[in-house]
């Protein structure tokens, strides 16, 4: 039996995971068992939505605590002391040039169970991320993005310290607790604008309940290979049928990357990194791309025809 595929962590990625998976077992359950008992004492059940929306929260919970004891059973952890800043390669930080948009990027490379869009960090496993692996200051990379080739320059490769990534996470946690501390009311009256909007254009999720999904994330992660698209004689993706899948799940993480975009989606199996490209949604690519750019941090996503 072949080994299992290591999971490649910097040292922040562990601590981070370290931390997020305490306070799952330590708090989260707690609080979200309080809200199930709450919930049970208002009587009825069957048409309790307090008490589905906690049971919801408590199955994402117990998924989220599976994922990270797995990911953390058969970990790799990328030494600083080990990177080669002269080369892109897990735990580098990078600055590239997008010549389409004429702007610069900038962002740290890291393991597929580390990526997190909306810290800047994006996978070794990425389209962008792997054809970038290898690379020095001054190349230039091409990225094929369905039927186009994107093209990038290298401009800058930095390796992070401890020290750093010390001083990230403790950025991070202060930022998700100002996050908490954000104007209810105004959080509601953004969402209510956003639904007021799809309604109107006839996409009211109210209505649209039911999705049509092949897999789940977890089984498409375990057995890539055989949903992996085979490359034609120029490179590109060959649209195999029998290969395509679709997808449902709440949005974890996102980052809007010019005309490409990088998310987390969690199903009730786990979760796996998106990568969307603008010019390969559907018959409307602009529009469907510009209801992706509004979509927030929990919104339900529903991808269909993925190509791997």
Not at 121 to 148: C, F, Q, R, Y
Not at 185 to 200: I, M, P, S, W, Y
Not at 297 to 306: N, S
Request: net charge negative; hydrophobic share 35%; proline share 1%.
């Amino acid at each position: 039996m072949a080994d299992a595929k290591k999971n490649i962590l910097t040292y922040a990625g562990l601590q981070e995971l370290e931390a997020e998976l305490e306070d799952l077992k330590v708090n989260k359950r707690k609080e979200v068992a309080q809200k199930i008992k709450e919930a049970r004492e208002q009587g009825d059940l069957s048409e309790n939505a307090e008490y589905d929306a906690a049971k919801d929260e408590q199955r994402d919970i117990e998924a989220r605590i599976e994922d990270i004891e797995k990911i953390l059973k058969n970990v790799e952890v990328v030494a600083e002391s080990d990177i080669d800043d002269t080369k892109i390669n897990v735990g580098c930080h990078i600055i590239i040039h997008d010549f389409e948009y004429d702007e610069d990027l900038e962002f740290s490379i890291v393991g597929s169970t580390q990526t997190n869009s909306l810290s800047g960090k994006i996978s070794n496993e990425s389209p962008l991320g792997h054809a970038l692996i290898g690379h020095e200051v001054g190349d230039i990379v091409e990225v094929e993005m369905g039927d186009t080739v994107s093209k990038y320059k290298v401009l800058d490769i930095k390796k992070r310290n401890k020290l750093y990534y010390f001083k990230e996470f403790k950025k991070m946690a202060q930022q998700n607790k100002n996050e908490q501390q954000v104007d209810v009311n105004q959080l509601l009256k953004v969402r209510r604008e956003k639904l007021a909007d799809l309604q109107e254009r006839g996409k009211d999720p109210f209505q649209i309940t039911k999705y049509d999904v092949t897999n789940h994330t977890t089984e498409i992660k375990d057995n890539f290979e055989k949903f992996e698209c085979e490359h034609d004689e120029e490179g590109k993706l060959v649209k195999d049928p029998a290969k395509l899948v679709s997808i449902a799940g709440r949005i974890m993480l996102k980052r809007v990357m010019g005309k490409a975009s990088f998310c987390n989606v969690q199903d009730k199996t786990g979760n796996i990194q998106v990568y969307v490209a603008r010019n390969e949604l559907g018959d409307e690519p602009f529009e469907e791309y510009k209801d992706f750019k509004k979509m927030d941090i929990g919104d339900i996503l529903v991808l269909r025809d993925i190509l791997l």
